[in-house]
């Protein structure tokens, strides 16, 4: 069974920063392209960024230069690195794994930006 634990979110002040782990087990990891999704309060969900199993990185416009993604396959586990965090960053971030099996999606972690 494949299953996705996130960790790392929390309240904030602008300008600050957090970093959210996603742990895969369950899985070969390597093999999964990893992506982060967030969903705002009213909002559909919406991609944030992925690296996919060559490494090749894509962000949302809103979070170029701000945040990043990376992995670490030997500890099965992809990071979202977020600085200089505004209140419209606010959301529920959801880690995604994605290979030929199938995909697979974590419970979530609350990221709240606030002063």
């Known amino acids: 069974q494949v299953q996705l634990v996130e960790s790392g979110g929390g309240l904030v002040q602008p300008g600050g920063s957090l970093r959210l782990s996603c742990v895969v087990s369950?899985?070969?990891?390597?093999?999964?392209?990893m992506s982060w999704y967030r969903q705002a309060p009213g909002k559909q969900r919406e991609l944030v960024a992925t690296?996919?199993?060559?490494?090749?990185?894509n962000y949302a416009d809103s979070v170029k230069g701000r945040f990043t993604i990376s992995r670490d396959n030997a500890e099965n586990t992809a990071y979202l690195q977020m600085n200089s965090l505004k209140p419209e960053d606010t959301a529920v971030y959801y880690c995604?794994?994605?290979?030929?099996?199938?995909?697979?999606w974590g419970q979530g972690t609350q990221v709240t930006v606030s002063p």
């Open positions: 995604h794994a994605f290979s030929m099996r199938g995909d697979y």
């Open positions: 690296i996919t199993t060559k490494r090749r990185i």
């Open positions: 369950g899985s070969i990891f390597s093999f999964n392209d």
